[in-house]
């Protein structure tokens, strides 16, 4: 019976054929029969009818197993076919609002497209038309330039013709005033006069040179007579201090010759950093004083001394010369102070302002100090000065071994002996 089974079971037959059970259960029996072979078994009717009973069962099972899958196969197929379908219509739907969005896009980029190219004509009619403009003013700027320059030049050419002219009959007034001059006596008188006062300049000039020298010549004193023994009349120090020049080499100095030195003494060995001004505020070295004593004592105040080398170390000794005078005379006492360049004239102030401890406001034409580059200029101050009944100070920084004649007439006067090689950056602390 297994082997029949089998054999029912491995048969291949279509359900879409039949329509109806009984026939294809009647189809099936007639296939059995006819497969069958004829064998003679020893079965009974009831085991029989069982064993096909049976087959029917199991073939009846059979087919609604197959039927079953069948149906849930077609309801797969179905779902997927809907579902398909709802993806494409999915599908479809975004394709078309894509292709709506692009189309927009499209048309949206192609307006702006059109906007654009409209307002880049607009633009670049805009910019031809500020280019003509710009170019039609410059012309008219340059044709108006080139009128002036036309008037100007018309204008200059007239007054040039003009000058010419007035020059030429003022040059021929001249020579028609020279001829009368010539010709008439009071042409020759003011000739004549015109050279006697040159010549009388010149003499004015050789006297005061003269006069100059004369000064500087060291006459050997008269001999001595008994009344010059005795003592002179006591005089107040403030009016002798007023009513006459200083000469620190007479015998009736020896109150001025006594603090010079006591002062001397004291910038030497008592140096006051922080004096009142216009008293010394350096170091005093011994060749400091040295040279101030042989000026004040042996040259009487008026001379000449050999350069330190360096002029901040001749600023030093001026300075130790101001401070002593402000001692014996306080504010008689003007500093003109004359150098050939504004450089050295600096380097006089700042060096002052240092030793001394004056400010900027001492300098000037009615202070105490005034700096001159010009000898002419110095004589004028110095002679209003002496006018005044004041005490000038002229002091020389020179490079040239020439000095005017016309310096050596004040009363205080000191020059520094010019060196080839003159170092400014030396300090004299």
Request: aromatic share 6%; charged share 30%; proline share 4%.
């Amino acid at each position: 019976m297994s082997e029949i089974n089998k054999e029912n079971q491995n048969q291949n037959f279509s359900i879409d054929d039949f329509d109806h059970e009984d026939d294809l259960w009647t189809d099936q029996a007639e296939n059995n029969d006819e497969n069958l072979p004829d064998l003679e078994l020893p079965l009974s009717e009831d085991e029989m009818n069982s064993e096909i009973i049976s087959s029917n069962e199991n073939s009846k099972q059979e087919e609604d197993i197959s039927q079953n899958i069948y149906l849930e196969e077609l309801k797969q197929e179905s779902k997927t076919e809907k579902l398909t379908m709802e993806e494409s219509e999915i599908k479809n739907a975004d394709i078309e609002q894509k292709i709506v969005a692009s189309e927009v896009k499209a048309e949206i980029i192609k307006a702006n497209k059109e906007e654009n190219s409209a307002n880049q004509e607009q633009s670049i009619d805009e910019i031809e038309q500020i280019k003509r403009q710009l170019i039609q003013q410059q012309e008219e700027i340059s044709n108006n330039i080139n009128l002036l320059v036309k008037e100007r030049l018309e204008e200059l050419e007239n007054k040039k013709q003009n000058l010419e002219i007035t020059i030429e009959k003022l040059e021929r007034r001249k020579e028609r005033i020279n001829r009368e001059m010539k010709s008439s006596f009071a042409g020759i008188s003011q000739d004549l006069a015109i050279r006697v006062q040159g010549f009388k300049d010149y003499l004015v000039g050789s006297l005061q040179d003269l006069a100059a020298a004369a000064e500087q010549l060291e006459l050997s004193p008269p001999p001595t007579q008994a009344w010059e023994n005795e003592s002179p009349p006591v005089t107040p120090e403030n009016e002798r201090g007023k009513n006459s020049n200083p000469q620190f080499v007479e015998k009736s100095f020896k109150e001025e010759t006594r603090i010079i030195r006591r002062l001397l003494d004291q910038y030497r060995t008592k140096p006051d950093y922080y004096g009142p001004p216009w008293q010394l505020r350096r170091t005093f070295e011994p060749i400091h004083a040295e040279r101030v004593s042989d000026w004040f004592f042996s040259q009487g105040g008026r001379g000449a001394l050999s350069s330190m080398g360096s002029r901040l170390q001749n600023i030093l000794i001026a300075s130790a010369i101001i401070s002593i005078l402000y001692q014996l005379y306080s504010d008689r006492t003007r500093v003109l102070i004359l150098a050939d360049t504004p450089e050295k004239l600096g380097e006089w102030r700042r060096g002052l302002q240092d030793c001394l401890g004056i400010s900027r406001s001492d300098f000037g034409p009615s202070r105490g100090i005034v700096l001159f580059e010009t000898p002419e200029a110095l004589v004028q101050k110095g002679d209003r000065i002496v006018a005044q009944e004041d005490l000038p100070l002229v002091i020389m920084d020179l490079d040239d071994d020439r000095v005017s004649l016309s310096l050596l007439k004040f009363p205080l006067w000191l020059a520094f002996a010019p060196q080839k090689m003159v170092q400014s950056q030396d300090y004299y602390y």
